[in-house]
């Protein structure tokens, strides 16, 4: 199950559910050039990959979506966080940050020397 | 968690449709502007600041593709797909689906029949608690066999009872039986009921419905009389009255106090037992002791963690102190044997039963090779379907997907037809074979629907997989291509049908020679001479008991009566009467003493079967007289020290005298036992159906000894129809005694045809199936020519058109047809040779190679096969050549 999409897919859900709770509802395009913008354009995101994730974090419930008005008063589709959704992000947050911080230490310069 | 929720989601989306492709597409659209927008305001054309706003949404339709297969479960749309296109072209050809379903629906329905009734006689436990402790304990006659069981002395089952230690308990039972004199309306009628230890009751650990169980207090010569009801018997004729508890019954003139009442569920050992009365108030005190008068079954409970074999060693051994203790001075037996119980009860059944099952199971085999040569037919067919489906991208997998989709499909619905089947099967085999036991607990459970469940999937997977892949494999392009000119087009996968036509008729062989061996076997048993007539001959029971009856005199005035009314009724050619007849059973033996001959070894006993006859029994039943004569009118009441034997008694114990003059010595009117002159010898009648003769001798019935002439069957020959006679001499009884019942009004061919049940069911149904696994093998014969036929039509018509002759063209195609037959008789003639062994203990009198039986089964196969092809042979042979040339 795991091959490399769907660990992508992960990180890239854990930064869609990080946008969404700093941002609030977000549309589709508004997270991914949020997404580009925080990764300081070194991530270029098409949304043929950014749409698999959202449908994933709907299906799992920690997003629901709602159709609005955007700021240019175009139709479209808006993206919330549940609380569901915010609790799974918490742990995944912590999780990660455990992780790497134990990848850390094998990267560092050893300490005990 | 998130996992489980999202599988929710999906399979609901999967079921609730594709509703909100919409939504994507519109969401799309919406990005789309939006980025389009942006791109514009950065400065683009219109046009340009589209492209890019595509080209960043990479790629539409792999987008929406990725979305759908993550937003359904896309296995669970595949088989909604293929079921719905399976339905589709099952619908297309009604014709075809209707008889594959039919087969199937035989196949399994008659599995699941048989499955049924072995699971609930078999294999279910008995209702009892603990039922693997119980037993069946049996004495053995003689050490060095192990299967001459028997059952018990009373007083041998007292001496285990008190010694043996493996048991928690031990009751010991036998049949016995009332008169109920008509009372409320009712009508009087004979009860048959058992009498047994206090503890059987206890031993099984049952508790009655209402009342008490029997007591030690109960179970003692002097006890008042009581008596427990069956469930059944309470509901009938006291239409559950609890106020009954307590009261009186009159049951052969004596008034019985009412214990207890039986739950509605309790069976055992047979439901025909109306009551239950405590075994030491039945039984004479003086056969109470006895060690040589066999005659209780006996149940035992092991302890708990009691080895069984250890057990019955125990018993056995004390049996053996028993024995040689007597020291060979009367029939003592040597040791004891013990079985479950439960096999015990079924015993009988295991064997038919597994032939039936082996039958059937032959049976749903051969529909799923059927199923499997019509898919595979169709598969031919819809080759260039398959081709053009996997040309455009189909993956090999989700074309056998599909085709086992259908023939699942089939198989489900066949199942369903096939369960219905089964539910009147079962009922119907329950109700018909009277001497299934447990038949009352057979019915169709979940156990059994597990079971169909699981040979519908089985069998589905078996039919469709072998066309799947025929149909799926290959090169495309030559699928493509075929056709233009297709001469012998698909051969392989003809051979394929060839090859499974050939296992078809192999096992319709071995079913028919199975089946004309059962039925040989039962026509065999029928046509047993029971060494009497059994043409227009009407038998019914009586039994004289109760103080009305405890005089000879009485006795003797009531038969006399009855004969002399029944002999004047118009019709009645001859009547007589007897204990038993002919074909209905041992009934008892006693021991007997030639005072002639010198004095046996005191280990040495001989038994002859004991029967009761009046001056004009053996007439009636025309039964032959070999030497001196009948009873006469003379030999009544204290007058009757005469006794007539059979042949075989004379040619195991008189082989080289004159028996007549000499006497038997017989302990049947008194313990201390008489001297009877033989008056006579008659030819040898079976007392059981397929059983050799034994010795057997008749006293006079006309003593009117109460007990030994209380038992009596009246014999009525006519010329004609003679049950017609029924009423008539039931109101000629009913004359004589309003009070007494009767029983058992049968014909002597019902007898005889109730002692031949077993064999004849098996042998009627392994025949029926063995019919219909002939027909489906020549419906395959005759699809797989027609087939072929219809392939080589331009073959054929080239040949006739270079002046092949019309017979030429038949035969070809005949001896096309008949290989597979011809192979497939070989084959299973070769299997039957090897298997029909295994039933050799179910014949009688034929042997497991008989050759009438496999000279039958090879002609009957041949002319059906050569039926089922001629058709189509013919037709091919009818052929217009211009015509088939043409239709190219």
Same mark, same amino acid.
Request: aromatic share 8%.
């Given at each position: 199950? %795991?091959?490399?999409?769907?660990?992508?897919?992960?990180?890239?859900?854990?930064?869609?559910?990080?946008?969404? %709770?700093?941002?609030?509802?977000?549309?589709?395009?508004?997270? %991914?050039?949020?997404?580009?913008?925080?990764?300081?354009?070194?991530?270029?995101?098409?949304?043929?990959?950014?749409?698999?994730?959202?449908?994933?974090?709907?299906?799992?419930?920690?997003?629901?979506?709602?159709?609005?008005?955007?700021?240019?008063?175009?139709?479209?589709?808006?993206?919330?966080?549940?609380? %569901?959704?915010?609790?799974?992000?918490?742990?995944?947050?912590?999780?990660?940050?455990?992780?790497?911080?134990?990848?850390?230490?094998?990267?560092?310069?050893?300490?005990?020397? | 968690?998130?996992?489980?929720?999202?599988?929710?989601?999906?399979?609901?989306?999967?079921?609730?449709?594709?509703?909100?492709?919409?939504?994507?597409?519109?969401?799309?659209?919406?990005?789309?502007? *939006?980025?389009?927008?942006?791109?514009?305001?950065?400065?683009?054309?219109?046009?340009? +600041?589209?492209?890019?706003?595509?080209?960043?949404?990479?790629?539409?339709?792999?987008?929406?593709?990725?979305?759908?297969?993550?937003?359904?479960?896309?296995?669970?749309?595949?088989?909604?797909?293929?079921?719905?296109?399976?339905?589709?072209?099952?619908?297309?050809?009604?014709?075809?689906?209707?008889?594959?379903?039919?087969?199937?629906?035989?196949?399994?329905?008659?599995?699941?029949?048989?499955?049924?009734?072995?699971?609930?006689?078999?294999?279910?436990?008995?209702?009892?608690?603990?039922?693997?402790?119980?037993?069946?304990?049996?004495?053995?006659?003689?050490?060095?066999?192990?299967?001459?069981?028997?059952?018990?002395?009373?007083?041998?089952?007292?001496?285990?009872?008190?010694?043996?230690?493996?048991?928690?308990?031990?009751?010991?039972?036998?049949?016995?039986?009332?008169?109920?004199?008509?009372?409320?309306?009712?009508?009087?009628?004979?009860?048959?009921?058992?009498?047994?230890?206090?503890?059987?009751?206890?031993?099984?650990?049952?508790?009655?419905?209402?009342?008490?169980?029997?007591?030690?207090?109960?179970?003692?010569?002097?006890?008042?009389?009581?008596? *427990?009801?069956?469930?059944?018997?309470?509901?009938?004729?006291?239409?559950?009255?609890?106020? !009954?508890?307590?009261?009186?019954?009159?049951?052969?003139?004596?008034?019985?106090?009412?214990?207890?009442?039986?739950?509605?569920?309790?069976?055992?050992?047979?439901? =025909?037992?109306?009551?239950?009365?405590?075994?030491?108030?039945?039984?004479?005190?003086?056969?109470?002791?006895?060690?040589?008068?066999?005659?209780?079954?006996? #149940?035992?409970?092991?302890?708990?963690?009691?080895?069984?074999?250890?057990?019955?060693?125990?018993?056995?051994?004390?049996?053996?102190?028993?024995?040689?203790?007597?020291?060979?001075?009367?029939?003592?037996?040597?040791?004891?044997?013990?079985?479950?119980? #439960?096999?015990?009860?079924?015993?009988?059944? =295991?064997?038919?039963?597994?032939?039936?099952?082996?039958?059937?199971?032959?049976?749903?085999?051969?529909?799923?090779?059927?199923?499997?040569?019509?898919?595979?037919?169709?598969?031919?067919?819809?080759?260039?379907?398959?081709?053009?489906?996997?040309?455009?991208?189909?993956?090999?997998?989700? !074309?056998?997907?599909?085709?086992?989709?259908?023939?699942?499909?089939?198989?489900?619905?066949?199942?369903?037809?096939?369960?219905?089947?089964?539910?009147?099967?079962?009922?119907?085999?329950?109700?018909?074979?009277?001497?299934?036991?447990?038949?009352?607990?057979?019915?169709?459970?979940?156990? +059994?629907?597990?079971?169909?469940?699981?040979?519908?999937?089985?069998?589905?997977?078996?039919?469709?997989?072998?066309?799947?892949?025929?149909?799926?494999?290959?090169?495309?392009?030559?699928?493509?291509?075929?056709?233009?000119?297709?001469?012998?087009?698909?051969?392989?996968?003809?051979?394929?049908? =060839?090859?499974?036509?050939?296992?078809?008729?192999?096992?319709?062989?071995?079913?028919?020679?199975? +089946?004309?061996?059962?039925?040989?076997?039962?026509?065999?048993?029928?046509?047993?001479?029971?060494?009497?007539?059994?043409?227009?001959?009407?038998?019914?029971?009586?039994?004289?008991?109760?103080?009305?009856?405890?005089?000879?005199?009485?006795?003797?005035?009531?038969?006399?009566?009855?004969?002399?009314?029944?002999?004047?009724?118009?019709?009645?050619?001859?009547?007589?009467?007897?204990?038993?007849?002919?074909?209905?059973?041992?009934?008892?033996?006693?021991?007997?003493?030639?005072?002639?001959?010198?004095?046996?070894?005191?280990?040495?006993?001989?038994?002859?079967?004991?029967?009761?006859?009046?001056?004009?029994?053996?007439?009636?039943?025309?039964? !032959?007289?070999?030497?001196?004569?009948?009873?006469?009118?003379?030999?009544?009441?204290?007058?009757?020290?005469?006794?007539?034997?059979?042949?075989?008694?004379?040619?195991?114990?008189?082989?080289?005298?004159?028996?007549?003059?000499?006497?038997?010595?017989?302990?049947?009117?008194?313990?201390?036992?008489?001297?009877?002159?033989?008056?006579?010898?008659?030819?040898?009648?079976?007392?059981?159906?397929?059983?050799?003769?034994?010795?057997?001798?008749?006293?006079?019935?006309?003593?009117?000894?109460?007990?030994?002439?209380?038992?009596?069957?009246?014999?009525?020959?006519?010329? =004609?129809?003679?049950?017609?006679?029924?009423?008539?001499?039931?109101?000629?009884?009913?004359?004589?005694?309003?009070?007494?019942?009767?029983?058992?009004?049968?014909?002597?061919?019902?007898?005889?045809?109730?002692?031949?049940?077993?064999?004849?069911?098996?042998?009627?149904?392994?025949?029926?199936?063995?019919?219909?696994?002939?027909?489906?093998?020549?419906?395959?014969?005759?699809?797989?020519?027609?087939?072929?036929?219809?392939?080589?039509?331009?073959?054929?018509?080239?040949?006739?058109?270079?002046?092949?002759?019309?017979e030429r063209v038949l035969s070809l195609m005949l001896l096309d047809g008949m290989r597979p037959a011809l192979v497939g008789l070989a084959l299973g003639m070769a299997t039957s040779v090897a298997i029909t062994r295994l039933i050799r203990s179910v014949l009688y009198g034929t042997s497991p190679l008989d050759a009438t039986v496999f000279v039958s089964v090879i002609?009957?196969?041949?002319?059906?096969?050569?039926?089922?092809?001629?058709?189509?042979?013919?037709?091919?042979?009818?052929?217009?050549?211009?015509?088939?040339?043409?239709?190219?």
């Open positions: 199950m %795991a091959d490399k999409s769907e660990i992508w897919l992960g990180t890239l859900s854990l930064m869609v559910l990080q946008t969404l %709770a700093t941002m609030g509802p977000q549309h589709g395009y508004g997270l %991914a050039k949020r997404i580009e913008q925080i990764s300081g354009d070194r991530l270029s995101l098409n949304y043929g990959t950014l749409y698999p994730a959202l449908l994933k974090l709907e299906q799992e419930g920690a997003i629901t979506s709602e159709w609005g008005v955007s700021d240019n008063n175009r139709r479209a589709k808006f993206y919330k966080l549940t609380r %569901a959704g915010r609790k799974h992000l918490e742990r995944q947050t912590r999780e990660w940050q455990e992780t790497t911080a134990i990848v850390d230490r094998f990267f560092s310069p050893s300490e005990e020397g | 968690m998130g996992k489980i929720r999202r599988l929710w989601t999906r399979c609901r989306t999967t079921i609730g449709g594709h509703g909100s492709d919409q939504d994507f597409a519109d969401e799309l659209e919406s990005i789309l502007q *939006m980025h389009t927008d942006d791109n514009l305001r950065a400065g683009m054309t219109p046009e340009e +600041a589209r492209r890019q706003a595509l080209i960043r949404l990479g790629g539409v339709e792999q987008v929406r593709q990725a979305v759908r297969d993550r937003r359904g479960l896309p296995p669970l749309e595949g088989l909604g797909r293929d079921l719905r296109y399976a339905a589709r072209i099952l619908l297309r050809t009604p014709g075809f689906t209707v008889v594959a379903i039919l087969v199937m629906a035989i196949g399994i329905g008659a599995s699941v029949s048989l499955f049924t009734v072995i699971h609930s006689v078999l294999l279910s436990p008995l209702p009892f608690p603990h039922q693997d402790r119980l037993v069946a304990i049996y004495s053995q006659d003689d050490l060095s066999k192990p299967d001459s069981g028997n059952i018990v002395a009373p007083g041998d089952f007292y001496d285990w009872q008190n010694v043996s230690h493996g048991y928690e308990q031990m009751a010991i039972w036998r049949w016995t039986g009332f008169n109920m004199s008509a009372s409320d309306g009712q009508l009087p009628e004979f009860l048959n009921a058992g009498t047994c230890s206090w503890n059987l009751f206890s031993a099984l650990e049952i508790s009655p419905a209402l009342g008490r169980s029997f007591t030690p207090a109960d179970d003692n010569a002097g006890a008042a009389r009581t008596v *427990m009801l069956s469930w059944r018997f309470f509901e009938r004729r006291f239409n559950h009255n609890p106020a !009954l508890l307590g009261n009186t019954v009159r049951l052969n003139g004596q008034l019985y106090t009412v214990i207890g009442v039986l739950p509605d569920w309790f069976r055992y050992p047979n439901p =025909k037992i109306q009551l239950w009365v405590p075994w030491q108030v039945e039984i004479p005190r003086e056969t109470q002791r006895s060690h040589y008068d066999h005659i209780g079954y006996v #149940l035992g409970r092991l302890r708990a963690g009691v080895n069984a074999t250890a057990a019955i060693q125990e018993l056995s051994a004390v049996q053996h102190q028993i024995y040689l203790r007597f020291n060979g001075t009367g029939p003592v037996e040597q040791g004891a044997i013990a079985r479950a119980l #439960l096999e015990d009860i079924v015993g009988e059944v =295991k064997r038919p039963l597994y032939v039936l099952l082996a039958a059937v199971v032959c049976l749903l085999f051969i529909a799923c090779l059927n199923l499997s040569n019509l898919l595979v037919a169709r598969s031919a067919a819809r080759r260039r379907e398959m081709a053009i489906r996997t040309a455009l991208g189909s993956s090999r997998l989700s !074309l056998v997907r599909q085709q086992l989709t259908e023939s699942l499909l089939i198989c489900l619905s066949g199942a369903t037809v096939g369960l219905l089947f089964a539910t009147a099967g079962t009922r119907w085999l329950t109700t018909h074979w009277e001497e299934l036991p447990r038949a009352y607990g057979v019915h169709l459970d979940s156990m +059994a629907l597990a079971f169909a469940l699981g040979i519908t999937l089985l069998a589905g997977v078996l039919a469709g997989l072998l066309p799947a892949f025929s149909a799926s494999g290959g090169a495309v392009l030559s699928a493509l291509q075929e056709n233009s000119r297709g001469i012998g087009g698909s051969a392989s996968r003809t051979s394929l049908r =060839k090859a499974l036509l050939t296992g078809e008729v192999a096992l319709t062989v071995v079913l028919l020679v199975a +089946a004309g061996l059962l039925f040989r076997s039962f026509l065999r048993l029928r046509g047993v001479n029971l060494g009497c007539t059994t043409k227009n001959v009407l038998t019914m029971n009586y039994f004289l008991r109760g103080d009305k009856y405890s005089k000879p005199e009485q006795i003797v005035n009531f038969d006399t009566q009855l004969l002399e009314k029944v002999r004047h009724l118009p019709g009645v050619q001859a009547a007589g009467l007897t204990n038993v007849v002919p074909g209905d059973g041992y009934y008892g033996d006693h021991e007997f003493w030639i005072p002639e001959h010198p004095a046996q070894p005191p280990e040495e006993h001989h038994f002859a079967a004991y029967r009761t006859a009046d001056p004009d029994y053996f007439s009636a039943l025309k039964i !032959l007289l070999i030497r001196g004569r009948f009873f006469s009118e003379n030999e009544r009441l204290g007058h009757d020290k005469y006794v007539i034997v059979n042949q075989e008694l004379v040619h195991q114990f008189f082989p080289a005298e004159d028996p007549i003059g000499k006497h038997l010595r017989v302990e049947w009117r008194t313990p201390q036992g008489e001297n009877y002159e033989i008056i006579g010898v008659l030819g040898n009648t079976s007392y059981q159906i397929g059983r050799p003769a034994r010795p057997m001798m008749w006293f006079p019935i006309l003593a009117g000894i109460p007990g030994n002439s209380a038992d009596s069957v009246l014999v009525v020959r006519s010329a =004609k129809d003679v049950m017609s006679l029924a009423t008539p001499i039931q109101k000629v009884i009913a004359s004589l005694d309003p009070d007494l019942p009767v029983k058992n009004i049968l014909t002597m061919e019902q007898i005889v045809g109730e002692s031949t049940t077993n064999s004849s069911f098996t042998a009627t149904l392994v025949l029926s199936f063995a019919g219909l696994s002939l027909l489906l093998a020549a419906v395959g014969l005759y699809g797989v020519l027609s087939y072929l036929v219809t392939q080589r039509t331009p073959e054929i018509g080239i040949r006739m058109a270079l002046g092949a002759e019309r002609v009957t196969l041949l002319l059906s096969s050569t039926a089922a092809c001629l058709v189509p042979a013919w037709r091919a042979s009818r052929i217009d050549p211009m015509h088939a040339l043409r239709s190219e």
